[in-house]
């Protein structure tokens, strides 16, 4: 489902009908007021009543004239809340749920998480065309995109490798561009999902450092499906080598075992970007979660 498309339609629709109630109807319906309460002042002014029951009796034929039809009210009505939360998660903001396990320790199943979508420029909505260019993903930024093989599907993983980078997987170590990812081992990570510990260690990208977990019971060589760009790619049972193209970026997630990521489906067009992840703003699970994150 394209919410950004729902959210699109439903502006247009009731931003149509909102326009038509305030520059055609409204001001019908002023003018039927006016007329029907000079008429009503002009009947109360010739008979003996009395004045505390005229005003309620004029208040409420005023409201009943006034009042907004109920297709307007119900379509029109909702245009400013529409409007503003569709640029909002369009330009500004947009929230996502972790549905899975591949960005664990860095973010677990039921973070709530914000996106910022002017990181990497500002986009059109529902066409996702670049307009303003305001940076680029850099190594070490958690990024939500649209998977390649069907763009309805939102991913999040971690930017490894930029254009022009070549990657490197071997025996379970990252290295890009021939510079080995400093790594020291800490504690290790008590995964309740599967009842067991996997080893854990602090992973130095530039300036940014962060965890990941590797499982030394699973084998480094990757199965990878056909992908575009495959060509770039070389395999073997220590794991592979990638030239990431131009215009395209390669992703991984912090569970290093557990994800499929670029090394399964290939590269992340520049495209598909929505934008990046930075903040955990609920988890009903654990709210000690809450905060921001790298």
């Not at 439903?10 to 029907?36: M, T």
């Not at 081992?185 to 510990?197: E, K, L, N, Q």
């Not at 598909?272 to 930075?278: E, Q």
């Amino acid at each position: 489902m394209n919410f950004a498309l729902i959210l699109f339609v439903l502006s247009i629709v009731s931003g149509v009908v909102w326009a038509y109630d305030r520059w055609h109807l409204r001001g019908r319906r002023f003018a039927a007021a006016k007329s029907a309460l000079d008429e009503f002042d002009a009947r109360s002014r010739s008979a003996a009543v009395n004045p505390e029951a005229v005003t309620k009796e004029r208040s409420a034929l005023r409201d009943r004239l006034m009042r907004e039809p109920a297709w307007v009210e119900y379509t029109g009505g909702f245009f400013p809340v529409i409007i503003s939360v569709f640029l909002l998660r369009s330009f500004v903001v947009e929230p996502f749920r972790i549905p899975s396990g591949s960005m664990i320790p860095t973010l677990v199943v039921g973070d709530l998480i914000l996106v910022n979508k002017f990181s990497y420029g500002i986009r059109l909505p529902v066409l996702n065309t670049k307009v303003i260019d305001n940076g680029n993903p850099q190594r070490g930024d958690v990024m939500v995109f649209r998977y390649p093989k069907d763009p309805s599907v939102d991913y999040i993983k971690r930017v490894v490798g930029v254009p022009g980078d070549e990657v490197v997987y071997r025996d379970k170590r990252l290295t890009v561009n021939g510079v080995d990812y400093p790594t020291e081992r800490v504690d290790d990570y008590f995964d309740g999902d599967r009842v067991s510990y996997l080893q854990q260690y602090q992973e130095t990208v530039g300036s940014l450092t962060h965890r990941v977990l590797v499982d030394e019971r699973r084998p480094a060589e990757v199965n990878p499906e056909n992908f575009e760009g495959r060509e770039n790619c070389s395999y073997d049972v220590h794991g592979f080598r990638c030239k990431v193209p131009a215009g395209h970026y390669f992703m991984m997630g912090d569970n290093r075992d557990n994800s499929l990521d670029s090394r399964y489906w290939g590269f992340v067009p520049d495209a598909n970007i929505v934008g990046k992840a930075f903040f955990v703003w609920m988890n009903l699970s654990d709210l000690s979660r809450i905060g921001s994150f790298h």
